[in-house]
């Protein structure tokens, strides 16, 4: 059975750092890009950032970029999302994804919920101005 539990998250006020961490089971997690998304209320999940499989090379969104750091440690089967310079607008709940996503051998990471076949529960993210 394949779980994605987060861990972390709370709450900061604006320009503070919080991190959220993702402990992956029933997969083997060093062959799968991890996906970090969010939502906020009353507006659709979006793409945050991710990491690749084998190099762990990282995308970010233009909104977070500068500011959030992926990492995953393949040994420990988590990955790890630190967020710094936190804004009010980042407040949402913050999901892990896994999958192959093979696109990313062409260059093109998976940024759709649809391109992510496991999630985690989510965690809450709130910042205060």
């Known amino acids: 059975q394949v779980q994605l539990v987060e861990s972390g998250g709370g709450w900061v006020q604006a320009g503070g750092s919080l991190s959220v961490s993702c402990a992956v089971s029933?997969?083997?997690?060093?062959?799968?890009?991890m996906g970090w998304f969010r939502q906020a209320p009353g507006k659709d999940r979006e793409f945050v950032g991710g990491?690749?499989?084998?190099?762990?090379?990282?995308y970010y969104a233009d909104s977070v970029k500068g500011r959030f750091t992926i990492s995953r440690d393949n040994l420990k089967n988590t990955t790890l999302l630190q967020m710094s310079s936190l804004k009010p607008e980042d407040t949402a709940i913050y999901y892990c994804?896994?999958?192959?996503?093979?696109?990313?051998?062409?260059?093109?990471?998976?940024?759709?919920?649809?391109?992510?076949?496991?999630w985690g529960q989510g965690t809450q993210v709130t910042v205060s101005s």
């Open positions: 994804a896994a999958d192959y996503c093979p696109s990313a051998l062409q260059g093109y990471f998976c940024t759709l919920t649809s391109d992510y076949a496991y």
């Open positions: 029933g997969l083997r997690f060093s062959s799968y890009a």
């Open positions: 990491i690749g499989w084998s190099r762990g090379i990282t």
